[in-house]
């Protein structure tokens, strides 16, 4: 029933851009781009737990968690751009695929490093991320708006090429210090 319901979102994904003739564009009260994206996570941690319970090796599923990230979504989603651009913010079919490929094969190496070979102290610098993980989401959504109201904006150099993306990833890593502090003082999100 999982994997019928994750091929009906990969259908609803390139419908509601309107791509079959004759079939009305339908959408989700979400793009269905984010449903199947959450479903791809719960069919690999299915996978994951159907082979762990009959005692299979891991390595077949880590194998065919490498086939279908790298080759089926990765291929895909690169198959139909002619039609779709690549785009995750526009939730474009190829982008969504694209991005279930990149996700299941990041899902292998992260768990080869951590699992496999057994190191994990090298993620404590981020560990906030994961551990007080909505609190970390919002916090972009209330910093900016509060830059804005300063009237602070960055220099543009600041927002261009290679020197862009080091500031982007040097103010998310601030951004997870702070909350790891709020953390320490018990200040966290909660569902």
Do not use: D
């Not at 690549?86 to 969504?96: D, Q, R, V």
């Not at 991320?129 to 916090?139: E, F, I, R």
Request: net charge positive.
């Amino acid at each position: 029933m999982v994997v019928l319901t994750f091929i009906v979102l990969l259908f609803l994904n390139v419908q509601e851009n309107n791509y079959f003739y004759g079939l009305p564009a339908f959408k989700l009260v979400i793009s269905a781009s984010n449903h199947v994206l959450v479903m791809a996570g719960l069919l690999c941690t299915l996978l994951y737990l159907k082979f762990k319970k009959a005692s299979r090796p891991l390595s077949q599923f880590l194998t065919i968690i490498c086939i279908l990230g790298g080759g089926v979504f990765i291929g895909y989603g690169f198959l139909i751009r002619p039609s779709f651009i690549i785009s995750k913010i526009l939730a474009t079919p190829s982008g969504t695929a694209i991005c279930i490929g990149i996700s299941l094969l990041s899902y292998v190496v992260l768990y080869t490093i951590v699992e496999k070979l057994g190191y994990y102290n090298w993620a404590n610098p981020i560990k906030p991320a994961g551990t007080s993980t909505l609190t970390c989401y919002l916090m972009s959504i209330f910093v900016y708006p509060i830059l804005a109201l300063i009237g602070f904006q960055w220099p543009s150099v600041l927002t261009i090429s290679i020197i862009g993306i080091l500031k982007s990833l040097l103010f998310s890593y601030v951004l997870i210090l702070i909350v790891g502090v709020m953390e320490k003082q018990n200040i966290r999100l909660k569902i």
